[in-house]
């Protein structure tokens, strides 16, 4: 069974491009090869861009080697419109906007997750004491 997760960055218009990661969505793993591998603009919207993923892995090549579906990415005319849509299997959401990842814990909420709460990435690995390359 997967830890699922939806990664996605907000645009300058608004409108949320959304993928679905099917393994691995916890911080611990997806949150940490985001922020190593894929954190800035042109590398998280290549990856979102690209849809469907079975499992990240440090290059978007690798990634996408791998997957099972050729899914394609969603798009949402704003961040209200994606999050009132999240899946309930859905544990982790990945929001890459103002040039910085940000991260929800779906479990923890009632859906609909709304923007309010979201954390920076970076201050939930701290919290988790994971740093860079999962040490």
Not at 23 to 41: F, Q, V
Not at 50 to 59: F, H
Not at 108 to 126: E, K, Q, Y
Request: proline share 3%; hydrophobic share 35%.
């Amino acid at each position: 069974m997967g830890t699922r997760s939806n990664i996605a960055y907000e645009k300058p218009n608004g409108k949320v491009v959304v993928m679905y990661c099917h393994y691995d969505g916890y911080p611990e793993y997806n949150g940490r090869i985001l922020n190593d591998h894929y954190n800035n603009r042109s590398k998280a919207h290549a990856l979102v861009d690209g849809g469907y993923q079975s499992a990240l892995k440090e290059t978007l090549e690798d990634s996408t080697k791998d997957r099972v579906h050729q899914d394609k990415a969603d798009i949402y005319h704003s961040a209200h419109a994606f999050l009132m849509n999240v899946q309930s299997d859905i544990e982790w959401i990945y929001l890459f906007k103002n040039n910085e990842w940000h991260v929800a814990e779906c479990c923890d909420l009632s859906l609909p997750v709304n923007s309010n709460d979201f954390v920076p990435l970076w201050s939930c690995l701290c919290k988790l004491g994971v740093t860079a390359n999962g040490n």
